[in-house]
């Protein structure tokens, strides 16, 4: 590892390491992942941590590659006292809107734990109804090394999960754009529907772009 | 509210829909919901036009004085059918690969009832 990159996983662990100094042991972060696509189920990670993760690369699931979210996937579960993985799927995201169902999740998550963290490090803003103390950090995937930890094996997780799905609901390219909305997968929506597994609370699923020519508006 | 031949505004407004919906059927539509109503919004009529499911709003008018009922159809108006549409076709339970928003004119005169079908007359996307 690199000095440079050191310092900076030193710089990712400034809010533990201010919880680990004054007495806290069992750090737990917290993320969730596919917000924003128009298919498939959104998940939420949890990590529990008692020092710190030296890991090269680690950092919010949005910027790290894909294989190296992979390599560090592993690497977080080895190192990591416990991970929990919590879904809410597309049904519990039309009816409870995606902000209702993330929580669920982020929920399921911490209920999977089989331990009580000291502290919850959440991304984004406060958790409704947490059982443990918690510390919100908004944008904290990029500011945490727990949360960042959370996000990436959130993020393989639901990306295993698209990729399998891509068989059992074939033609939208879920393997690729894991239900997130690409000009491929839009185009599919329009040529077939939207398939069982799609999030038909989302605008873009139920109104797929409309051509008035191809609809025989026009003369 | 009373209008100027006596009937109430809504009696006029709920005829129309009637024989908006018969002239649908008519033509081999099939009526699914009639005066759809939810938080965001309503549908007046939703119909199958084989494969397709069509939204329409109606427009019933008894003068041409306030201009061309579908003139009526405003953007915001158009906004409220979308979301309504959005309700419904979150929750119907079935999956429809089109979707389409027509707009139906009746003219209501005393002697005769003038209905014009204007086909995807808005579109799904704002």
Redesign the interface.
Known sequence: MTSAESRRINRLHRFERDLWESGSLLLCGLDEVGRGPLAGPVTACAVVIERPLRLEFLDDSKVVTELRRVALDALIRDQAVAVSIGWADHLEIDSLNILGASRLAMHRALAGLGLTPCRVLVDGPTLPGCAYPQTPIIDGDAKSAAIAAASIVAKVARDAFMTQLDATYPGYGFASNKGYATSDHLAALNAFGPCPAHRRSFTPVVQPTFDFAAAGALP | MKGRRGASTAAVGSGGERAAADFLVARGYHVLERNFRCRGGEVDLIALDGGVLVFVEVKVRRTLSRGAPIEAVTAVKQARV?RA??EY???CGR??????FDVMSVMKTARNTDITHL???F???A
């Open positions: 979308r549409a959005q076709l979150t929750f999956i429809f690969p089109r979707i389409r086909k995807a007359a579109s799904t996307n």
